[in-house]
């Protein structure tokens, strides 16, 4: 009998509830692809966020290359270049079109540090720490950057966290109310026969054996199939966009990956057996009246 039902939930169900599985746990993996990718996109915003730090023309060389190892060491910074005087002037040279220190008969610019500070720094309270700590350098003229447009990054990405937390929750629902509703549809046409089975005296875990069996090889079936269009999907999206590995990487891709195989799996399991166990609690006269 165990056979069976086996057989018969293989061969006429089980590729129906695969494909509907499979594509409620794509939807549940993009939802969990697309938070994790929002959080990598806020440190990448954050950590392109530049400070310019002007330097004082009276120092040397040698207290220059202090100042850049003092910068460079510090635990906030991330990235960090130097620019000469020269440098600055022919950058603005080519960004203006003219020379400026052709008609003031001297160089205006002064030479600076371009920092970019690591992301969970990058936060209104770190900035206005670090800006104060870095006016406070002796050979540091003043520093310069965009405050309104940390405060401003901060502030959406703080909302849209929410948003995209709210979405995540709510799709974990449907998904499961989509899953348990597919599973419930398969395990009810099964319904007398799991009662034949209760009357010749089969055990709860012998009836339920098969049923989990087939639950395993859906929830891994339609994992991996999931798991491969949302691979897909990513790679596809590289083509029109090579940089999209910076917020979608091997990391994210793999969190998401083991994510839909556990939610598959559980899910799946779980779904099976609050059926069966409604089916196996139900006395035979019941069975007629649903």
């Not at 995540?168 to 419930?184: E, K, M, R």
């Not at 999206?237 to 598959?264: H, M, R, S, Y």
């Not at 399991?269 to 609050?274: A, E, F, G, S, V």
Request: net charge positive.
């Amino acid at each position: 009998m165990a056979k069976k039902i086996r057989r018969s939930f293989f061969n006429t169900q089980f590729v129906t509830t695969c494909i509907s599985t499979t594509l409620v746990l794509v939807l549940l993996g993009t939802i969990v692809l697309f938070v994790l990718s929002a959080n990598n996109l806020s440190n990448y915003v954050r950590e392109n966020i530049n400070i310019s730090v002007l330097i004082n023309d009276e120092i040397d060389s040698l207290q220059i290359q202090k100042l850049k190892h003092q910068f460079e060491t510090a635990e906030y910074v991330k990235e960090l270049q130097y620019i000469s005087k020269e440098e600055a002037l022919k950058e603005e040279c080519e960004a203006q079109g003219t020379d400026p220190s052709e008609f003031l008969g001297f160089n205006p610019y002064t030479a600076s540090f371009e920092i970019k500070v690591k992301a969970e720094h990058a936060t209104n309270e770190g900035m206005d720490k670090i800006v104060k700590k870095m006016k406070n350098t002796p050979g540091v003229v003043d520093v310069i950057y965009s405050k309104d447009l940390i405060k401003q990054v901060n502030d959406n990405i703080r909302k849209i966290s929410i948003i995209l937390l709210i979405i995540a929750a709510l799709f974990t629902y449907i998904s499961f109310a989509l899953i348990n509703n597919t599973v419930q549809l398969t395990i009810f046409s099964k319904r007398f026969t799991i009662n034949t089975m209760k009357l010749v005296g089969a055990s709860w875990n012998f009836i339920r054996k098969p049923f989990l069996m087939n639950g395993i090889a859906l929830g891994v079936i339609s994992a991996v199939v999931a798991d491969a269009v949302i691979l897909f999907g990513v790679k596809w999206l590289e083509k029109f966009e090579p940089q999209i590995n910076l917020v979608i990487d091997w990391k994210v891709l793999t969190i998401v990956g083991v994510a839909v195989f556990v939610f598959g799996m559980v899910i799946t399991l779980l779904c099976i057996l609050i059926s069966l166990n409604k089916y196996l609690k139900m006395s035979t006269n019941k069975l007629y009246l649903i």
